[in-house]
Every structure is written in C-alpha cells, then in structure tokens.
C-alpha cells in the first residue's frame, strides 16, 4: 500500500488504513514482538472497503480492531481481534445493513473484555455499544437513550 490513512495503536499491535496506488484500500496490522521490533505490515482478510476510520484498544497481549467499511451503499463496523500469540481473528461485521454506521471507538480491560461502541445512523447518529467477551464475540448491541441536553449544577 503506496499511502497510509488513520492510524491507531495499542501496547503491541499498530493499524492503519492503507490506500494503494488504485485508490484500492485495506486494513493493516503490525504487531510488536518481544524486544521492540515490529512485523512487516499484514493486510487480514476482509470484507467491503475499508473508511479513513480505525480504533484499536488492547491489554495483556489481547487487541482489539474496529473500523468502518463500505458494504454496496451502507457503511457497517468490523471488528477483528489479536491474541498474544499473534493470530489475527477472521474479521466480522457488527452492525447490519438497515442504517449507515461510522466512529469506532474501543476499549479493553486487564481480564481481556472490552466494548466497542460507535454512532448508528450517518451523517449523525444514536451512539450504540456492545461488550467484547474475552474470546472475542461481541454481545448484543445496545443503542443509547437521547436525552434533552441539560447543564451541569
């Protein structure tokens, strides 16, 4: 990949968005080993055309990839893992094909459980969350409650 877009970082794993020559886009890993050193980039498989969005959380060797990508005319979350051996999991779609979807975010806690949360509905949409078991499956996901706006006592 010619071009690098949107970078994300966790303790042992960097991804990034790459752009080829052709416009052609694709997530990329590189995962830190023992000592510093980092692997050569690896372009996992996947579904759809990657966004110029990506997030990533990890713990305990344990990371965690979202990002958004164009499926035919919708914009859906993926989500891949990497356990400490460095094996990267087959990447899956969180969100269905109803409503666009954009703005990973991620986080991971020290047993190796995390959320992934991102905006359901594009250009602005309802934030919607879902748990990330240890293994890796994402739970239900779970859309917020709008609220009126209300100032801080």
């Given at each position: ?16 968005i790459?752009?080829a ?17 980092f692997t ?11 966004a ?56 991971m ?9 991102w905006?359901?509905g ?13 293994d890796?499956?994402?739970g ?14």
């Amino acid at each position: 990949m010619a071009k690098v877009r949107k970078v994300a970082a966790t303790p042992t794993a960097v991804a990034w968005i790459g752009v080829a020559d052709d416009d052609e886009r694709r997530l990329q890993l590189s995962l830190r080993r023992p000592g510093g050193a980092f692997t050569r980039a690896l372009t996992p498989d996947q579904s759809g055309e990657p966004a110029f969005d990506v997030a990533a959380a990890g713990a305990g060797g344990r990371q965690l990839v979202a990002w958004p990508a164009h499926e035919r005319s919708t914009r859906r979350i993926q989500l891949l893992t990497l356990d400490p051996s460095g094996t990267v999991s087959e990447p899956r779609w969180l969100t269905g094909t109803e409503r666009g979807a954009t703005s990973p975010a991620l986080a991971m806690a020290a047993d190796g459980t995390g959320v992934v949360a991102w905006l359901d509905g594009m250009p602005s949409g309802i934030v919607t969350a879902a748990g990330v078991a240890q293994d890796g499956a994402a739970g239900p996901a779970r859309r917020s409650t709008p609220s009126p706006a209300r100032r801080a006592a």
